[in-house]
């Protein structure tokens, strides 16, 4: 496990986001396993990895966690893409009882931040275009529109193709 960020501000007095601690996890003992899967059915439903993908994600991707007091407030899940330099974020979500705070744009930031110091140059996602509140997190942390992307996980499940820069660096 590697620390990306840990806060040092109290959840009380309005700076949230100040508070969250960041880690990039490369493995996954069975109690995290299950506790990271159930806070992903929660937020993600049947979009969710599970017992089976956590693990390996962690072992040759990158699993990112968010927690705030100690609770896993959010996750975030990413695999290397054929073209050299770029990554897809196939999971990020903040749980449910922890929006609205400011923490998916800090969490973002930091993810983002991992990521361009693992050498990759740009993060790629795919967006649900009626999900205003996370079309709006994506954009304002520099995403732009790379395609559209009909039925992509079934019919009537048509997604935005979003990138954004990260730093200079190559994978």
């Known amino acids: 496990m590697a620390v990306l960020s840990e806060g040092g501000g109290q959840a009380g007095t309005g700076r949230v986001a100040s508070c969250l601690r960041v880690e990039r996890l490369e493995s996954l003992d069975p109690g995290m396993l299950q506790e990271l899967a159930a806070c992903g059915r929660q937020a993600m ?3 969710a990895l599970g017992v089976w993908q956590l693990p390996v994600i962690a072992a040759w991707g990158f699993l990112f966690m968010a927690r705030l007091e100690g609770e896993i ?4 899940q990413a695999i290397r893409c054929r ?8 999971i990020f979500y903040i749980r449910e009882g922890y929006r609205g705070r400011g923490l998916g744009a800090a969490f973002l930031k930091q993810v983002m931040e991992g990521l361009a ?4 140059r740009r993060l790629l996602v795919t967006c649900d275009p009626g999900n205003v509140p996370a079309v709006r997190l994506f954009s304002a942390a520099g995403f732009r ?24 660096g190559g994978s």
């Open 73 to 76: 407030a959010g996750s975030a």
């Open 145 to 168: 529109t790379d395609g559209e992307l009909d039925a992509f996980y079934g019919p009537g499940r048509d997604r935005l193709l979003l990138a954004a820069p990260l730093a200079e």
């Open 45 to 47: 439903g049947d979009a």
């Open 117 to 120: 110091a693992g050498g990759f």
């Open 83 to 90: 073209e050299p330099g770029d990554i897809y974020m196939d």
